[in-house]
């Protein structure tokens, strides 16, 4: 069974930043398309960020303030996050398609607040 390992959460003041990892237990190579999901206590999981063959595309509450990469060479999803807010607190998930299935991550927790 393929994992997923998030880290990078954490508690920070609105302004501030983040960068999130994401690291497969295989090579992201395999992956076709990969992205981040968060979740608020009593709401559904929406989706952030997706990489695909055709591009990259951002949810409009993140444009312009959060970034996806990748880095083959440390086989690591990247998710920054610039320019925090408090609506931005939630527990992160990553996400990738390999083989024939979506592969999920724990998530990993990120708390904006003063």
């Known amino acids: 069974q393929v994992q997923l390992v998030e880290s990078g959460g954490g508690l920070v003041q609105p302004g501030g930043s983040l960068r999130l990892s994401c690291t497969p237990s295989?090579?992201?190579?395999?992956?076709?398309?990969m992205g981040w999901y968060r979740q608020r206590p009593g709401e559904e999981r929406l989706w952030v960020t997706t990489i695909m063959k055709s591009g990259t595309t951002y949810a409009n509450a993140v444009k312009g303030r959060f970034t996806v990469s990748v880095d083959t060479a440390e086989n690591t999803m990247y998710l920054e996050m610039n320019s925090l807010k408090v609506e931005d607190t939630a527990l992160y998930y990553c996400n990738m398609y390999i083989g024939t299935t979506w592969v999920w991550g724990l998530g990993t927790q990120v708390t904006v607040s003063s």
């Open positions: 295989t090579t992201i190579s395999s992956a076709t398309n």
